[in-house]
């Protein structure tokens, strides 16, 4: 059974920073891309970054390049280093699996997800 448990979130002042981390089981983790993914209140999904199967090729959007970075290890840990935290960051952050070793935005190559962990960014 695949199980992605996210971890790591909480409440941050602006300009802070968090490291969120995911904990994956039940796949072979070196065989698959992955991503992180959020929920602001009140809005769809957006998709943050993803890396690819062998973490040497990274992607993110265009609102957390230069802040965020996203990495993972052979332990079966996937993680958002978030730095220089704004408000419009807060939401529900998830860890996604790919079905294939690329990375891409397509939130709908993702097949599985983690339940999430929350981030408020506020003063």
């Known amino acids: 059974e695949v199980q992605l448990v996210e971890s790591g979130g909480g409440l941050v002042q602006p300009g802070g920073s968090l490291r969120l981390s995911c904990a994956a089981s039940?796949?072979?983790?070196?065989?698959?891309?992955m991503a992180w993914v959020r929920q602001a209140p009140g809005k769809g999904l957006e998709w943050v970054s993803s890396i690819n199967s062998g973490g040497g090729t990274t992607s993110y959007a265009d609102s957390v390049l230069g802040r965020f970075t996203i990495s993972r290890d052979k332990t079966r840990m996937l993680y958002l280093q978030m730095n220089s935290l704004k408000l419009e960051d807060t939401a529900v952050y998830y860890c996604?699996?790919?079905?294939?070793?690329?990375?891409?935005?397509?939130?709908?190559?993702?097949?599985?997800w983690g339940q999430g962990t929350q981030v408020t960014v506020s003063s």
């Open positions: 039940g796949f072979t983790f070196s065989s698959y891309a």
């Open positions: 996604a699996k790919s079905g294939s070793y690329y990375p891409t935005p397509m939130l709908d190559e993702y097949d599985y």
